[in-house]
């Protein structure tokens, strides 16, 4: 690691709700410009996790550090873009798309004075990032889900943020907008953006995604290099993926299970049928550098796409 | 009409009128937008006691409403807050607290029901030269805050989560519409009357809302149908009184509703058309 801090880190932290703990000694560390999936199945604690990160939940027990600055005193926002997991983003009263991105700069918006260049340039910039420019005096409701998601990313882009957490962007979006989604987080990724990505299916961001975190019960199952579709099962369910203590990889062979014991449960994730397989089979999570972590699944399919490990 | 206007009493009727007109519909925007479109109403109905306690003590029953107004104002943001009652039941504990508890003090204070219904129901031509200042000066504070703050009020009513890790102080601006609408309650008060007093906060946006496409657009125009409303409504109740008494507050409601009923399909037009264009673009 460089000396500079990492861009969010969690120090065994515990989170509660109604008296229960939903995360328990929960420590992970992001590093600026990484692509990290977080992933696990419902309840899990995913975005537990990304909503004690942003500071919207209070942590019972531990600490939350952004940027090496504890969460309590941490004043520059504009640092953070935040996708919140949500269906639309309407409201009583009809909004326009370009409204709701420019609210994204509200942090860098002085009181009770008139936007700048600098805002209108950079809520500008970020619809052509998510390819919404022709839309920006629509109504929001009057799009799409997934442009509705796509908008939202906009918003917390308008700000110019360093780092991104994304609450499931991906549900319920159709493969067109998930692909839209994809590559304007590819294109952020690029440009030196950190990401955080709660996702269900690795599905359209494969490609871009450098590390997995996967949740159990409030816990760290797994974090590592990223894991195909069929590994992130195996991690979530107690005792398949062998010693699944966080952190030990790429030293662990990540034992693949054709047969798939826990079909059931994947089925239950699988939501385009007659897509699922190939999407199982396709070679769609690690960059080739890293086939050696679970040969025979990822590296004879993903030769010839060496643009993929570039990015490393 | 010219007629009318040459007395002074309309004269002070007509820029109380306007100044509501103007102002209501700019808090009524955001507490669409929350959908807390009655909160108006219950504030409304918690001012009847600050008048009451106004009428009892002899202090100005419009400061007196505004005090209790905002008091109430910030218990049902907190109580919202807080969660453990819904919002729609601690709405509906003020609606009635605050109507009975208006009513019961005003007979001990041993006035009788027709002065507050001044209140109730707005009575703008017995509006004083204070009242007047009073009102404008309310109402300019609330459409300045109102339009000034607008990014950050947006942006806290749009999506508060968003809102909290931006780092804005989402419970002081709650709180501050919470204020102003409370504000907003006692101004519309002389006009409309705090029964009718949401009316007005909320039926031009309703309005408006059919036809605009953008916040700001439902904002401005909602003050446009606000203030034609308040302005018609008067002129109206004043030639009516000709023949019969109608007080101004019903009368610049139900214009507000009658816009609110034009503006209806025009605005499914409008969408009907837009839907077209973009399927066949």
Redesign the interface.
Known sequence: MSEAPPVVATDSITVELGGRAVLRDVSVSVDAGEFVALMGPNGSGKSTLV?AM???LPTASGAVRLFGTEIDRF?D??R?G?V?QRAG?S??????V???V??????Q?R??RP?RQADRRAVREALEVVGLSDRA???VT?LSGGQQQRVLIA??LA?EPDVF?LDEPMAGVDLPNQRALADALGLLSQRGATIVLVVHEIGAVGDLIDRCIVMRDGRVAYDGLPLTELQVHAAHLPGHLPGHLPGQLPGIPLAVEEHLPHGAEHDRHAHHPGDEHAHERAPHDCPPGHSDVAPGVVGPLDGGEGDRGARR | MIDLLGYEFMQRALIAAIATGIAAPVIG?YL????L?LMGDGIGHVAVTGVAIGLLTGWSPTWTAVLVAALGALLLEVIRERGHTSGDLALALLFYGGLAAGVMITGIAGQNAARLQQYLFGSLTTISVADVWFTMGLAAAVVLLGL??S??L??V???R????????RVRAYNMLIAVLAAVTVTVAMRTVGLLLVSALMVVP?AAS?QV???????LLLAMLVGLLAGVGGLLVSAELSFHATVAPGPAIVLLALAMFVLAWPLGAWL?RR??GR?LSA
């Open positions: 909503r942003t500071g919207l004043r926002r504009s953070l935040y919140p983003a409201s009583g009263v009809p909004a326009s370009a409204e709701v420019a609210s994204g700069r509200i942090s918006r009181l009770l936007a005096h629509d109504t009057a918003r917390a700000a957490f | 925007t669409v937008q929350r959908r479109s000034g703050l990014p950050q947006f942006a009513a749009q999506d989560d968003f809102a909290v890790v931006a780092g804005l946006v809302q605009a496409r953008s916040f700001r657009g439902t969408r837009e839907r973009r």
